[in-house]
């Protein structure tokens, strides 16, 4: 009685947490145009959020220029290559291999594709896993960097300015939202068409086994897999590093991207990137109508955000949940359709699934689902109250904020009188 009193009590204080990261949006909200509510005269003596000094060396994940500047470097030196190593190769003796017309441009690796696989077919390329991807997935992390913090600065912080959004906490977390709508549409939509190219379209979970190693990859689904490593990398390094008010939730976050990039890597590494192609997509197309709920909330926009999250919820179960079970089960019970010759570890022939790998793969799936389930409980639970609350609309909350209270004169606490009864 005791432990189920004390869940009870928890699950309620994650529900009224405005700073957990699903359900503190979809609270009620501080109406648009208004600054903080009104105080007594007791000062506000709670500690305020201090950004991190930011590493010089480190400028680049928050400063738009200089991310760019960091960027342009392999791209000049690729460019100088290109245009001196003819002219050099002309100069030197024949025979030399760093300098020949057809060897291939060492900076190219940072930002176009590496590894590929010598063919006949040219009008079909294959790459293989490397080294060099980790070159690949360093230069996009910084290019990751560059399109959030140029999204929130020059897009999407004046865009909530139009509509009224005053408090700085409430700016930063709708231009998160903004850069989560991008990137999980944009991703999303990729994915969909990256399996349209495979044979495990819509989710024929079978193919996730046979003809196992699929070691050569298109170059879309390459570029696909490496792109979003380096988004959950610079997501990561964004929360580690504290270039951004921490929540309440933030070992939470932080733990779930570890969990992410350990099983992004070790399904490239293992040439799984099938099944991680089925889940990729069945988590981004979700997101990206999360995301756009609790910008309709911030905004206020009543009609739209029920029909909004209506919506999502349909979304999130067929995706999350009802796709995940048949990726589940083919794990389970179709792994046996693996062919024999690669049912053994051996590292050079890019064969991994052995007896124990069946459960390595399907652990932290059955893991992620859990997770899922725990935030489908809390959807129903903000779909429940949204049904049968008779909250007044007037009532607010500190919007994900931790409880700061801020205004526009730069932190300056404002003392108020009681007004008289």
Not at 66 to 79: D, G, H, Q, R, W
Not at 259 to 286: E, H, Q
């Amino acid at each position: 009685m005791v432990n189920k009193k004390s869940s009870l009590t928890m699950l309620s204080h994650i529900e009224q947490d405005p700073a957990h990261h699903l359900a503190g949006p979809f609270l009620p909200q501080t109406p648009i145009g208004s600054l903080t509510p009104e105080r007594s005269n007791s000062p506000d003596v709670r500690r305020r959020h201090q950004p991190r000094a930011v590493n010089p060396f480190l400028r680049w994940a928050v400063v738009p220029v200089a991310s760019l500047k960091v960027l342009l470097v392999p791209i000049i030196l690729y460019v100088n290559w290109q245009l001196v190593s003819p002219i050099l190769a002309q100069l030197i003796p024949q025979g030399n291999t760093y300098l020949s017309s057809d060897f291939f441009n060492p900076f190219a690796r940072f930002f176009l594709l590496s590894h590929p696989v010598p063919s006949l077919n040219e009008e079909s390329p294959r790459y293989q896993k490397g080294w060099s991807d980790l070159l690949f997935i360093a230069y996009y992390v910084v290019f990751w960097s560059l399109i959030r913090q140029s999204l929130s600065i020059y897009l999407l912080k004046p865009m909530a300015r139009y509509y009224g959004i005053k408090r700085e906490q409430k700016l930063d977390r709708f231009a998160e939202q903004g850069y989560a709508v991008v990137y999980f549409a944009v991703m999303g939509a990729w994915g969909y068409r990256i399996m349209g190219q495979l044979p495990t379209w819509w989710y024929r979970t079978e193919a996730f086994w046979i003809d196992y190693p699929h070691w050569d990859m298109k170059p879309e689904l390459k570029r696909y897999y490496l792109m979003q490593m380096a988004y959950w990398v610079q997501q990561l390094l964004v929360l580690v590093l504290g270039l951004e008010k921490p929540r309440k939730d933030y070992y939470e976050l932080v733990a779930h991207h570890i969990v992410t990039i350990w099983l992004v890597g070790w399904s490239y590494l293992i040439n799984l990137t099938l099944i991680g192609n089925a889940v990729y997509m069945s988590m981004d197309i979700p997101d990206t109508f999360l995301a756009f709920s609790k910008i309709l909330n911030y905004l206020q926009a009543e009609r739209a955000k029920i029909v909004s999250f209506v919506v999502f919820t349909f979304v999130w179960t067929y995706f999350r949940h009802i796709l995940n079970f048949y990726i589940l089960y083919s794990v389970w019970f179709e792994y046996d359709l693996t062919p024999e010759s690669s049912k053994v570890w051996i590292w050079a022939d890019g064969t991994y699934l052995n007896w124990w790998m069946k459960y390595q793969v399907f652990a932290p799936l059955l893991l992620l689902q859990f997770l899922n389930l725990f935030w489908y409980f809390l959807i129903m639970r903000i779909a429940y109250r949204a049904m049968t609350s008779n909250e007044v609309s007037d009532e607010r909350s500190d919007d994900e904020d931790d409880g700061e209270a801020e205004d526009d004169e730069e932190d300056t606490v404002v003392s108020r009188s009681k007004k008289d009864d």
